[in-house]
């Protein structure tokens, strides 16, 4: 498999697949001794474990990942492990620990790094922020990434820049900018920030008072949402409907609608602190994961 195909398979929401695919290659990159395109795949695997909801296991594949990075030559290996440690914090609902591990990765973008990089790295900030609390932040991460997204092509980082910006507008301007930004990930087929975009529409609608658009937009989220969770094993389907922001939204659609049948995510496990995990860059900034 190309990097190009799990990029395609992580768009798409076909994130079992991506595990076993990366899995399968981090294995004959082992094997073969080739020692980069085993931290890429690692890395990768972690990147599914983490959207599966598989916490636990993505955060097994982090360790190995700075293990492995640890004696790469490459300026890239630190920051990619420490941005997918970040992902794993941020499925788990920890905003200021994946804080933490991103800004020591933007921190470390070797001056080479590219735009769509830089971008992306600004706008998982914002989005961060957002969640921590700081909508100030929040503000400031946004404009430096949009001022990078309007000179690369890239529609899928114009699609998440447009969604951010809604949380900064007006029910009836951003109403607009997540239509735009629905179309856009609609197109290219990309169901984890269309659910997104819907839940977002959904509260602009509640908050002009359109209860039936509210209703219908949610439906839609939710709809994406069972879409990729028909893809993951039965027994990971707790944990699918638990990260992240898709526990929030099952507790939002129950409360809203509580005569209709949304999942019942599974109580979190253990917290589990990643001090304990030799390998695992984030060890004083106290943050905990849970299965």
């Known amino acids: 498999m190309s990097r190009e195909e799990a990029q395609k398979l992580q768009i798409e929401g076909r994130y079992s697949e991506l595990l076993r695919a990366a ?3 981090q294995v004959a990159a082992r094997d073969a ?27 097994a ?12 030559p490459s300026p890239d290996a630190a920051v990619a492990v420490l941005y997918v440690q970040a ?19 933007i921190a470390l973008l070797p001056e080479q790094a590219e735009e769509s990089s830089r971008a992306a790295f600004e706008l998982e ?34 699609a998440w820049t447009m969604y951010l910006r809604s949380h900064f507008e007006n029910p009836v301007v951003a109403a607009g900018l997540l239509t735009g ?24 609608m509640s908050r002009i008072g359109k209860r039936d658009a509210e209703e219908d937009c949610a ?39 509580p005569s209709s049948a949304a999942p019942r995510p599974a109580a979190a496990g253990v917290a589990l602190d990643p001090a304990v995990l030799p390998g695992f860059v984030l060890a004083a900034l106290g943050g905990k994961l849970t299965a």
């Open 181 to 204: 930004a629905q179309q856009i990930a609609a197109g290219m087929k990309c169901p984890e920030l269309e659910w997104h975009i819907q839940w977002k529409l959904a509260v602009c």
């Open 219 to 257: 439906r839609r989220a939710l709809g994406l949402l069972r879409g990729m969770a028909s893809t993951v094993s039965p027994d990971d389907a707790a944990a699918f409907w638990r990260q992240g922001a898709r526990g929030e939204f099952v507790e939002y659609f129950s409360a809203r609608f």
């Open 23 to 25: 899995v399968a290659e």
């Open 87 to 105: 992902l794993l914090f941020k499925g788990a609902r920890q905003p200021a620990a994946a804080l933490g591990l991103l800004d020591q990765a």
């Open 61 to 72: 594949h982090a360790v190995h990942a700075a293990q492995l990075a640890a004696r790469s």
């Open 125 to 158: 900030r914002a989005e961060l922020c957002l969640d921590a609390g700081r909508a100030n932040e929040a503000r400031i991460a946004l404009a430096r990434a949009a001022a990078r997204v309007q000179w690369i092509e890239s529609t899928r980082l114009l």
């Open 33 to 59: 001794g080739r020692a980069q395109d085993e931290l890429d795949w690692t890395i990768w695997a972690a990147k599914a474990c983490r959207f599966i909801g598989r916490t636990y296991e993505g955060m």
